[in-house]
Structures are given as C-alpha cells and as structure tokens.
C-alpha cells in the first residue's frame, strides 16, 4: 500500500514506523524538517519537508499514486482542509483524519471524512478511570 | 440580517466598517487574537468578539444558530473552511462565503458547497453586494474608510516589478494585488506569476504605500 502520512508527531512518526515494517511505501510530511528527528534512523519511508495542506508538497508527495492519506498534524482545520484536498482533489480512497475537537470531528464525519478524535477517547478513559477509583459515588 | 465575519484582519476590518452602514443588519466580528481583537474593540465596539471561528461551542455562543450569514475572510484557508462548513451544516445558516488564501483551493472549496468562494478583497465585497437583500451598494472605493483604495496601473517595461513573480517582490505591507489583466485575460494571482510589461493590476493597498507601489510598477519619466 502506497500510504501519505502528514504530520510527524509522536503518533505520525510512530505509525509511519509501524506501516514500513508491515511492508507498506510510506511518506511521511511535516513542516519542520526537525520533526523526522522521532523517526528512527534506520526508517526507510521518504521524509518531505512541506505542508499537507500544499498542492505542490502533495504532489511531490505522491499523493496521485497514493491508497491512502491520514492527516495527523497539529491542527484540526488544516488536518480537515488536507483531507478533503486528498479525497475531492486527488481521489484518495482511503482518507483518514484526525481532529481533536469531538464536535468537528462528529460534524467532518457526517460529511464523508474518517474522522477520530483522540480527545473523545482520552475523556472516555479518564471518566473510566475517575468512576473506577470512586466506585461510581 | 445577522452576519458573523470571521476574522478581523483588513479585509474583515474593511468589511465590518462597511456592513456598520447597512440598514437592519447586525454585525459581530469574531477575532482570534486577544490584542488584535481588543485594539478592534477600542474602534468598533461590542460588535467585536474575541474568539475561534471554527470552534463550534463558541460559535453557539455568539448565536451562530440565528445568523443568516458567516464570511470567513481569515488567512487561513482551513480556518475559513471549517467556518463555513461548521455554519451551514451545524448551525444551519444559508449563506456562506469564505476568503480563498491560495487560489488552488478554490475548486475544493466549491465542490465542498460552500455557497461562494472568493480570492481578494474585491471579490468580497461585490459577493456582499450581491448577497444582502436590496440594494445596499458597497462601493470598492468605500475601502477608503479603512485607509485602504483600489488602484489599477499599468506595468511598464522597465519597471522594478517587470519580469518578476509576485513572491520575489517587496511591496510594502497590506498591499495585495487581486487580479492581474494580460494578454490570456484576467486572473487571480498567486506567488508564481510573473509580470510583463503591458500587464494590467488591480491592487488594494493603504493610502500611504500607494507612491512606493507606484514607483514600483511604473518608470519615473521625470515629471
């Protein structure tokens, strides 16, 4: 598979990693080329210095070969703005977007996008937890 | 009429001075940086709100539900997207306009059905123009309130700006050249294109960068 990671955070860097060993063609993008710092040295995906969000860098990106693009920058609206540009533009097929916002998360995934929000998780399981310790009182 | 603009840079500004004028027609300006938003505030007045345009709880707060248009005219194109996109399919509003940044987005913005698309200041202002129920003309040259004006000029041959792409010329600050007239008709500029001699530009620039810009795109013949 042919996959386009945008965004080489601690969750880019670790997935890119993962999808490589699994066999998978990866490329990885981030604005700031000190990022791929996270990935380890021996990872073997293409690093691009470039926004997601940018025609060209998607392009250079490969992103009209790609089967698929997940957007795990920084920011919800250029996370959102990104995928909708793979999908609509650049006829992605499998897209999938995260953005932190529960609320614009529900509402992108009403309108075609694979959104997750780790935010909505994060509150399951510290409500999980927090009900745990207090026996539910 | 209620209209959220999103944004207080100075084409939210310029809108906002505009639309202060129009009849039965309440304003709010969302503004996403605390000291730009207050120095609005010191000029505008309550209609300015300190806030995130794409931020669905805070948009419910500002009555997002009761407005019947939001203009997202930030920088960002992801801001303005999500804005519009948040507006009509959250809160139900009719109209959405959003500023294009970088002119490659516009076919996306489109197909997503966000009502109207825009490249420059120009074009926003005729959109609200069109958009507001009668006839409430908003002139271009009213720009002028916000210590902005429309020019248009000619390229000359010779001049510093011939035969250089608009991202390697130093115009002053707030000058943005909105369309560009050539031989292939007009267009919408991004930093790739170049200027000839004979290029015709419509620019919105402050009134105090207009002899810099001038002397820019035109060769002094010593009058």
Redesign the interface.
Known sequence: MRVVIMGCGRVGAGLAQQLVNEGHEVTILDTNAFAFQRLLPEFSGRRLVGSG???RTLIEAGIEQADCFIALAS????N???S??AK??YGVRNVVTRVR?P??SE??A??GLKTFSPTKFGINLAHEALLDATGGQ | MYIIVVGGGIVGYGLALELQQVADTEVAIVELSASRAAQLRDELGEMVVHGDGSEIAFLEGVGARRADMVIAVTADDGANLVACQVAKHWFGVQRTVARVNDPRNEALFLKLGITTTVSAAAAVMAQIETSLPQHTLVPLMALQSAGLKVVDMRVQSGAEVSGHALRDLKFPSGVLVAVVVGPQGARVPDGDTVLVPGDEIIAVIPHEAEQRVRAMVTVEDGM
């Open positions: 969000t940018d025609d920011g919800d609206n250029r959102i703005l990104a909708e540009k609509e533009v916002d609320l614009r509402l992108f009403r309108l």
